[in-house]
């Protein structure tokens, strides 16, 4: 079983904001009893997609797996992502705000896509197929790498930026499109509304549609991308479970838990303090009642985030001599 719990060892500022006086007991036993792994911090797409099977081309490839989700079809065409942001300037640094925070309309994002392929044609025609969820395609593969949106959310976007021998025509772009996008009549209004413009895309998960893999394990996940990835696979996608038991971490499958992720994302020390609290109730006092019944294989706990990872199996129900240490010190 492997259980993703992104930005659950975050960075030290927001851990030491919001660790005070905490006490969660079952996660602080299965933290000193499990052994403690690094694992690759490409986040959350990354993990997913190794995890049921899929390679990594330039990006790992989501764009065409979730534009077939979204209802568009792929071909064998190269597709990037280009999903609407906020891009906020502030002292030293220009910070990245997602689309999940902008709440656009249908209306919105048809609208400001119609301007943008207007003004740039071919080269930057974004196809808003869902309101958060923008793609744009390209007959052959550019020559770039990029981070996925997950990673990049509440970060200095500087060394985020794509990279590659045509990184420079898209920036070039990009910084053009903020100033077409500042004056335009959707923003307008949302900022008069006070909300947040869109004033950039970001570019991430570029690929062609690779060949479908049977992963008929279940997976457990209510993010998009992940259960576009799941559907993809053939995975028996299923929403989060109501019922804990040792049946459910003795299996095979993945279960994304990813409470944590917009507080972690922003630095907000209390709403990842409340989201990790219900985690303890949730999932961390029924997976240590449950840990005597793991199988040889055990469980692996996951941040993909931070490149932190647990593994647990029965054995370490009984390592009764390893004290729980302080949260602060199990985290960092």
């Known amino acids: 079983m492997l259980l993703l719990v992104p930005h659950l060892f975050p960075n030290a500022r927001l851990l030491e904001a919001a660790v005070q006086d905490l006490h969660l007991p079952a996660l602080q036993a299965l933290l000193s009893r499990g052994q403690r792994l690094p694992c690759p911090a490409g986040g959350v797409e990354a993990a997913l997609c190794e995890a049921l099977g899929i390679a ?40 990245l705000a997602d689309s999940s925070v902008l709440e656009l309309s249908c209306e919105e994002a048809d609208a400001l896509a119609k301007t943008i392929g207007e003004h740039f044609g071919a080269g930057l025609n974004p196809q808003p197929l869902h309101p958060q969820r923008w793609y744009l395609r390209y007959p052959e593969a550019p020559q770039l790498t990029t981070t996925p949106l997950s990673l990049a959310a509440g970060c200095d ?17 990009l910084n053009e499109l903020q100033m077409l996008l ?16 869109v004033n950039s895309l970001w570019l991430w ?14 997976l457990h996940a209510g993010n998009a991308e992940a259960r576009a990835l799941g559907v993809f696979c053939n995975a028996r996608v299923e929403a989060l479970p109501a019922h804990r038991d040792a049946l459910l971490f003795d299996g095979d499958g993945v279960i994304l838990l990813d409470a944590l992720t917009g507080a972690g994302q922003v630095g907000d020390a209390y709403g990842w303090r409340e989201a ?15 840990l005597r019944k793991i199988g040889p294989h055990g469980l692996r706990l ?7 990872a647990l593994h647990l199996n029965a054995r370490n129900a009984w390592k009764f001599w390893r004290r729980p240490r302080s949260l602060i010190s199990l985290l960092t």
Do not use: S
């Open 276 to 290: 990790l609290r219900e985690l303890e109730q949730d999932w961390f006092m029924p997976l240590q009642g449950a």
């Open 182 to 197: 500042h004056e335009h009549p959707v923003n307008q209004a949302r900022e008069a509304r006070g909300e947040l413009p």
């Open 56 to 95: 990594r081309q330039q990006d790992w490839p989501l764009a065409p797996i979730t534009l077939a989700a979204d209802g568009g079809v792929a071909g064998d065409a190269y597709w990037l992502r280009a999903d609407p942001v906020h891009l906020r300037v502030m002292r030293d640094r220009i910070v």
């Open 302 to 308: 996951i941040d993909p985030v931070n490149g932190k």
């Open 157 to 173: 976007i500087d060394p985020l930026l794509p990279q590659g021998p045509d990184a420079m025509r898209f920036r070039a772009e």
């Open 205 to 218: 998960g570029g690929g062609r549609l690779p060949i479908p893999c049977a992963t008929p394990v279940p």
